[in-house]
Nanobody, 126 residues
Framework: QVDLVESGGGSVQAGGSLNLTCVVS????????MGWFRQSAGEEREGVAT?????????ADSVKGRFTISNSKDNAKNILYLQMNNLKPDATAMYYC??????????????????WGQGTQVTVSS
């Protein structure tokens, strides 16, 4: 069983920063690649960034240079981060972390991920 719990969302003004955290339990550090996705009202869920088991990141073009995905291990838990800088109003969405038992996540769509957190809301005002 893999459980994911996100935190760190909030409301910021354009140009501000937020750091999202996802605590992943279930022995995933060496077996599951992970990612951040977002979904705004009336839109489909889209990929933001993913990180492979070897630490290789992949970013959506819209966030390159502004968002950074990383992870670390704390005892039995894998912690996934998304540092978001220079936020724009179009970043407003519910953000979800996800995991899948593959070595590489780069290029995978949301449908490939069986494990999801409950989401954390990010609101960016202009």
């Amino acid at each position: 069983q893999v459980d994911l719990v996100e935190s760190g969302g909030g409301s910021v003004q354009a140009g501000g920063s937020l750091n999202l955290t996802c605590v992943v339990s279930g022995s995933t550090y060496t077996s599951h690649c992970m990612g951040w996705f977002r979904q705004s009202a009336g839109e489909e869920r889209e990929g933001v960034a993913t990180i492979d088991v070897d630490g290789t990141p992949t970013y959506a073009d819209s966030v390159k240079g502004r968002f950074t995905i990383s992870n670390s291990k704390d005892n039995a838990k894998n912690i996934l981060y998304l540092q978001m800088n220079n936020l724009k109003p179009d970043a407003t969405a519910m953000y979800y972390c996800a995991a899948v038992r593959f070595w590489r996540c780069g290029g995978r769509s949301s449908g490939d991920f069986p494990y999801w957190g409950q989401g954390t809301q990010v609101t960016v005002s202009s």
